[in-house]
């Protein structure tokens, strides 16, 4: 059981070009999630998914796209990458909502420059 | 909209010794819950505790047991016979109960936690 995976580790962009995030989670949860983290800051909530095919936004949606065509996974897309963007990217996973302990992933720590 | 505020930026322990972290959020919800997240230098969030609103009994975990003040609005931390291990950041977060959809987490801005030897 690899739990929730997220690739890459680090990568480093110019302003202006495009990447995607990579997440999968093989306990067949329901529920994923996408958050960034700020220096001295807590996480933020990007965009969510409630099953496959269903996503929303969270707190701070603005410059990123989700899609959700399997159950596994949960990719983030950032077009034109700010500098405002420079932050560390956590995926998680839960089964169900409310109580249930969210998994995380690793993190990406993206850099825009 | 609900905030969650951790007033104490850094803290240190020495080992074996027990410490408290504090927590306070705001909201007009009954229904909540509460938990406390563990992010060591890894960087790897892990759940330590979590308490729902409508459970007056305190939450226990091992070494980590919390104190819900439901009318204060606090939910603090306390870890016991505290270990080397325990060095990290911590993040007291609130998720309210809602009707549909899916639930939030708020994330409080984190305590740093040291142990020292």
């Known amino acids: 059981n690899a739990g929730v995976t997220q690739t890459p580790k680090f990568r480093i962009l110019k302003i202006g070009q495009s990447m995607t995030l990579q997440c999968a989670q093989d306990?067949?949860?329901?529920?994923m999630y996408w958050y960034r983290q700020d220096p001295g800051m807590g996480l933020k909530l990007i965009y969510y998914?409630?099953?496959?095919?269903?996503?929303d936004k969270g707190e701070v949606p603005n410059g990123y796209n989700v899609s959700r065509s399997t159950t596994e996974d949960f990719p983030l897309r950032l077009e034109l990458a700010a500098p405002s963007q420079t932050s560390v990217y956590f995926c998680?996973?839960?089964?169900?909502?409310?109580?249930?302990?969210?998994?995380f992933g690793p993190g990406t720590r993206l850099t825009v420059t | 909209a609900q905030t969650v505020t951790q007033s104490q930026p850094e803290m240190s322990v020495q080992e074996a010794e027990t410490v408290t972290l504090s927590c306070t959020y705001d909201t007009s919800e009954n229904n909540y819950y509460l938990f406390w997240y563990k992010q060591p230098p890894s960087r790897q969030m892990i759940l330590v505790i979590r308490q729902e609103a409508y459970k007056q009994q305190n939450a226990t975990e091992n070494r980590f047991s919390v104190n819900f003040q439901k009318a204060a609005k606090s939910f603090s931390l306390k870890i016991s016979d505290s270990q080397l291990g325990d060095t990290a950041m911590y993040f007291c977060?609130?998720?309210?109960?809602?009707?549909?959809?899916?639930?939030?987490?708020?994330f409080g801005t984190g305590t740093r936690l040291q142990v020292f030897p």
């Open positions: 998680a996973s839960s089964l169900m909502t409310g109580a249930y302990e969210q998994y």
């Open positions: 977060a609130f998720m309210k109960l809602a009707t549909y959809n899916t639930d939030k987490l708020i």
């Open positions: 998914s409630v099953g496959a095919g269903i996503t």
């Open positions: 306990m067949n949860h329901n529920y």
